[in-house]
């Protein structure tokens, strides 16, 4: 398979996954996650025009064809820390989903070649911009959808708290490889 179809191959997997995912929680309750998705598509789509803009970062792909993948990646990831957040304990929550999410970011640059980092962007923005994001659609969550329209994760299993430290050594070695591979 040709570097091009292996991006394209990315792209369709990456919009129909992400697009059954937002369906499968929007259809939960669909104006309050409605509303969600709205907000979380405008303000993924500006913040990925204006970071291409600055030229943080270049995709293998055409711009347009990128945009709608990434706005609907991000407002599933939005969608999912709104839907499945658990009411306590929230940290190593946040912190599994978007260590696994950040490790398909480093697949698509390092591995894959389908986004390349520019003047000065580099993980730790990136990584930075993934808290930030989903810190702010957890407040959003919060005023426009209900505990009741939510599956909160326990948080007081032993499954949980498993899942958490093996997801913390995982990011331990991915940081002692990347740092690895830089020097």
Do not use: H
């Amino acid at each position: 398979m040709s570097q091009i179809a292996l991006n394209y191959a990315i792209l369709c997997i990456a919009f129909i996954g992400n697009g059954l995912g937002c369906f499968f929680i929007i259809k939960k309750q669909v104006f309050r996650y409605g509303i969600v998705l709205i907000i979380s598509l405008i303000i993924t789509s500006c913040l990925c025009l204006l970071f291409y803009w600055m030229d943080f970062y270049r995709f293998v792909l055409p711009l347009p064809l990128v945009l709608p993948v990434v706005a609907i990646s991000y407002s599933f990831l939005a969608l999912f820390i709104i839907r499945f957040r658990p009411k306590r304990r929230t940290f190593p929550f946040f912190f599994i989903t978007l260590t696994l999410v950040f490790s398909i970011e480093v697949f698509l640059k390092d591995f894959a070649g389908f986004i390349s980092f520019k003047n000065g962007w580099d993980y730790w923005d990136s990584y930075s911009l993934y808290w930030v994001f989903t810190r702010f659609f957890n407040y959003v969550g919060v005023y426009l959808v209900p505990f009741k329209y939510r599956n909160p994760i326990e948080s007081d299993t032993k499954v949980y708290w498993r899942l958490f430290l093996l997801i913390v050594i995982y990011a331990c070695l991915g940081v002692y490889i990347l740092n690895q591979i830089w020097t």
